[in-house]
């Protein structure tokens, strides 16, 4: 047998997995060299055979760790240039989604309705196409009512007309179930008027509470709306202002401090430091007769959602919405 | 509506409140500050008076005035034509600043010195009274030579814009903007009285005017004859007040009425005499209500203006009238907006104010009238007056204030009730315990109920004063299946942008003429839209594909290579009926240039299309197509069925309409919403025991389609087929007009592990179907 340390060195020589591959068939093969020595041992006597048996045994014990160690280190040496010949530039890849977006308009709609739906609050919806009598009469808006002005309105051939508010939701849905209603209604709506500031369509969510009589005052929905005000636009301050619209009585503006210039007065705010966001009241009496309802108090609050989106996200052009622009869209990611 | 410090405190005394003070206050009680401006005269501005004035020796235009400014005397060319009417005008020194920035310096006109600049208004940083320079008088304070404008209280004034609400036709003048301020401050009003003006007495009225009143009028009105001496004009404080509201205007009596009816509020209309002058040269007034109730006022050849609404255009008088006829009127504006609802009658800027409700206090509109013309010499008034007051009873309610408090959400105290109705002008008593019996001033015919007076308290307290309080309910659920279509619309939406479209929002309004070009529907005449605002947006839409491809066109000319867009919204079949839609489209590359596609992404395709389609609504099956309009690819067109029911259309853009919108490759479909409601799932049972894939291969027809085949599979009816769909389609020239198609079965029994014959046994049954129905042969 040749030396021990020569076999071994030959074991640890080896640089690769089919050298040592090579290597174990030389030495642990049916005719390697151990298996040579093997046979040796017929030829010796009782004697001679339990110490070479031992001798050979322990050689083949320590060839046998060399070899599984340096196989292990080999194998290991392997799997690390395979790992490294797999190595891609992973930050090629980064900074591409295929995502799309939602429409901010209808993603701040989204945020809107989940603050009511998460107070209990129903969500209507009613017809584009109204009468006079949803849209105006029952609103308290008589024919000629210098208010109507406040509204251009589209009209059809049938004298129906496209709804100019939110609010003839109320009055179907006051129409057509009891009190207690606690409701809003999304949607679209439109006024004959078209410039920078002015899209014929824009979207308003309109609120109504009614309970009983004496239930609902003017303290409840400074409650309800400047909790509302602070979940859209974070810690503002909330300010009222008396208004009117005719549906409501008393009637009230709110005005959020200015989120750009924190109030001290900016062009966003034309330097009152307040911005108008939301408009809201007790309502009339005389909505209440139109719909039937008696011995009733109620709230109702409106507001532009084109408005709380351009705010919310600085959108500088009001127009750009309608237009489908990925440009602007693909910002909301 | 526009008012200034000064004018305001001709009626309430607000010298010791700021201007800070005053814009809380109009926000505070719901007159809205949509502007304020300051006038502040530079410095160095002085009170000069012209002593002598000479033309210039080389310029035809200019004038060399010696003006005495107190403190002595100095040179100054002017070019301004009116110098030569002038006695006193304001002076910029040298030294003085303008508003502009200009210096004032010794200067040289046409070789003459010129030691400082006469002004104009404008000039000066206060509103235009017209061309020229400004002439002072007396009415700004004490003209004492040398003394800074800036020192003019009156002259220095702060303006304030004021968003008047419609119902608030009282606050549509001075006197009424500082009644609600007096409210609020808490101060008195300060009441137009008959002021001690030496008048040169003339006639009584009655002498030269004969009135007939129809007693039927539901308008008041009140009569003035008066002689006018057009020398006189308002003075230079009204014309700068005038010029600051937006009214004023070169004509005397214009002015003269618009600052009358700006400052007190009432409506007022000056005639000239001889309009009404009869056959016998008389004056004679008729005051008549027409049989469509119009009230009018009428001169004896029956020319007619209607009260409150128009002025008989042949009647106004003007600067060279000598007799004038000045006619106050008041006429409820409920009234008036009734009789004038269905009328087509041009209106005078006044029936802004009338059909708001001017002033009903006819009496003291007249007064101040008086007072101010008469003071100022530019009408000499006949004695006395001839009227006709309509008698209105005043209206009473019974509030309780207790049931006022609730409205409110806070408690009231009685007497501060009692103190601000007051002083808004409602008389107040006290009847029983809470109750409080109020009567409503004719001034307000926007207050009728209990929650009107609510509104009076709410912002007189103001309403940051109220405590916040939250409404207590009782437990009732108001959850209802819309909530949960919102959710199912909300939930599509996102699986939408998670497969790459970005939603978009457009007008519901189409233009009718390209929805024609395309075949979509358009409203019947009668249902059409009478007023629309421009040409391409003069119809409803019927669907949301064009105004969709619009978009993609916009975006492909701002060189968007990608173009997936969705959109939720309403269209309106051609009877107006309103239905929900979703609509995809998909234009240009599949996605961004990358290294995986080595900078050349593929376009879009049909099939990967509508894998990005199922992500958003679900799974789907596709028939040929039956829907019929210029988008549609003739070859590349399906109606898309979910639960067997025809629910909308998938296909590639037809290459001329993609060649009009000039787009690349595009894919479109568009849906109704009502088809992809929320399905309510019951589990199937799942076999324990192994499923067998089966493929065939058949040659078919190139025209029979896969639904074809789908269809005759499904007719068998084989218990054993789980489920089976299209894997490999080929086709070459030694096939001739067959192709072959490879379907997959997946077969699978739920009692046991199926044995060969029986899988063979299956497989030869749709074999022979497709055989027989399809003719289809196996390859």
Partial sequence: MEDLDILEKKILSCKNIEEIEKIRIDIFGKKGVLAGEFIKLATLSAEEKKDFAQGLNTAKERLQTSFDSHYANLKKALLEEKLKSEKIDMSLYGGVSNKGALHPVAETMDKIIEYFVALN????????????????????????????????TFYFGDSKLLRTHTSPVQIRKMLSSKPPIRMIAPGSVFRRDYDLTHTPMFHQVEGLVVEDKGEVSFANLKSILTDFLQHMFGSVEVRFRPSFFPFTEPSAEADISCIFCGGDGCRVCSHTGWLEVLGCGIVDPNVFKAVEYENVS???????????????????????????????????? | MIVTRNWLNEFIDIKETSDDELCVAFNAIGLELASIKKFNIPNKIVVGEIISCEKHPDADKLNVCSVDLGFGKRQIVCGAANVVYAKYVAVATIGAVMPDGLEIKPTKLRGVESDGMICSADELGLPSVGSGIMIL??????????????????????????????????????????????????????????????????????????????????????????????????????????????????????????????????????????????????????????????????????????????QDKDGIANAKTEQIILIAQYINPNILNDVISDKKIDKDPIFYNTSRGSNPNLESGILYATNILSKYEILDFYDGVLSHKVNIEDRTILIDCLELASIIGQDLDKSTVTSILSRLGFKVSSKIEN?????????????????????????????????????????????????????????????????????????????????????????????????????????????????????AKRNSNYSKKIIPLFEIGSVFDSDRVESQKIAFVWSGQRELENVSNHGKPSNMDMSTFLQKIGFAIGSFDLKSCSFKNALLHPYQSANIVIDNKVCGFVSKLHPQAQEDFDLSDTFMAEIDM??????????????????????????????????????????????????????????????????????????????????????????????????????????
């Avoid at chain 1, 129903?122 to 009468?131: K, Q």
């Avoid at chain 2, 009415?139 to 004034?157: H, Q, R, T, V």
């Avoid at chain 2, 002689?227 to 009214?247: F, V, Y």
């Fill in chain 1, 298 to 333: 109620g709230y109702a609050f409106g507001l532009g959602v084109e408005r709380f989106a351009m705010l919310l996200h600085k959108i500088p052009d009001l127009r750009s919405l309608f237009e489908g622009d990925i440009r602007l869209l693909e910002q909301f990611r």
């Fill in chain 1, 121 to 152: 609050f129903s969500v209507e919806n009613g017809p584009m196409v109204e009468d006079d009598f949803h849209n105006f009469e029952a609103l308290n808006l008589p024919k000629h009512h210098p208010a109507r002005d406040m509204q251009d």
């Fill in chain 2, 435 to 551: 109750v409080l019996g109020i009567t409503i001033p004719q001034f307000r015919p926007d207050i009728t109920n209990i929650q009107d007076i609510a509104e009076e308290v709410l912002r007189i307290i103001g309403i940051d004063t109220i405590e916040a309080k939250p409404l207590k309910i009782k437990e009732n659920t108001h959850r209802d299946s819309k909530i949960f279509e919102y959710r199912l619309k909300k939930q599509i939406r996102n699986r939408a942008v998670a497969s790459g479209f970005y939603e978009t929002i457009s007008y519901v309004f189409s233009d009718s003429s390209l929805q024609e070009k395309y075949d979509f529907d358009n409203l019947k005449s009668e249902f059409e839209l009478l007023n629309p605002i421009v040409a391409e947006l003069n119809t409803l839409r019927s669907t949301l594909l064009l105004n969709m491809l619009l978009s």
């Fill in chain 2, 137 to 310: 008088d007396e009415s700004i304070g004490e003209l004492e030579l040398g003394k800074d404008l800036s020192e003019f209280a009156l002259l220095n004034d702060t303006l304030f814009e004021l968003e008047i609400t419609p119902n608030r036709g009282d606050c549509l003048s001075v006197y009424g903007v500082a009644r609600d301020l007096s409210a609020y401050f808490g101060k008195d009003l300060i009441e137009i009285k008959e002021e001690n003006i030496s008048k040169k007495v003339k006639l009584g009225i009655s002498r030269e005017v004969a009135l007939n009143i129809n007693s039927e009028m539901d308008a008041s009105v009140e009569i003035k004859l008066a002689t006018q001496d057009s020398e006189h004009k308002l003075p230079l404080l009204c014309l700068i007040q005038l010029s600051a509201a937006g009214l004023f205007t070169q004509d005397n009596i214009q002015n003269m009425l618009q600052y009358i009816m700006h400052t007190t509020g009432i409506v007022l209309w000056a005639f000239d005499a001889n309009y009404f002058k009869n056959d016998e040269d008389k004056i004679n007034i008729d005051i008549d209500k027409t049989q469509d109730d119009l009230n009018i006022v009428k001169n004896s050849f029956g020319k007619t203006s209607i009260i409150g609404v128009s």
């Fill in chain 2, 674 to 779: 009502s088809a992809l409601a929320q399905k309510h799932i019951l589990a199937t049972e799942i076999s324990k025991f192994q499923s067998n894939i089966k493929d065939l291969s058949i040659l078919v027809d190139k025209d029979m389609s896969f639904a074809n085949i789908k269809e005759i599979i499904e007719e068998i009816g084989c218990d054993k087929l789980h489920s089976f769909y299209p894997v490999d389609l080929y086709s070459d020239t030694s096939l001739g007009d067959k192709q072959s198609l490879t379907i997959r079965f997946v077969i699978q029994s739920l009692e046991k592990t199926l044995e060969d014959n029986e899988l063979e046994e299956a497989m030869n049954k749709i074999l022979d179907s497709l055989i027989q129905k399809a003719g289809a042969v196996l390859r």
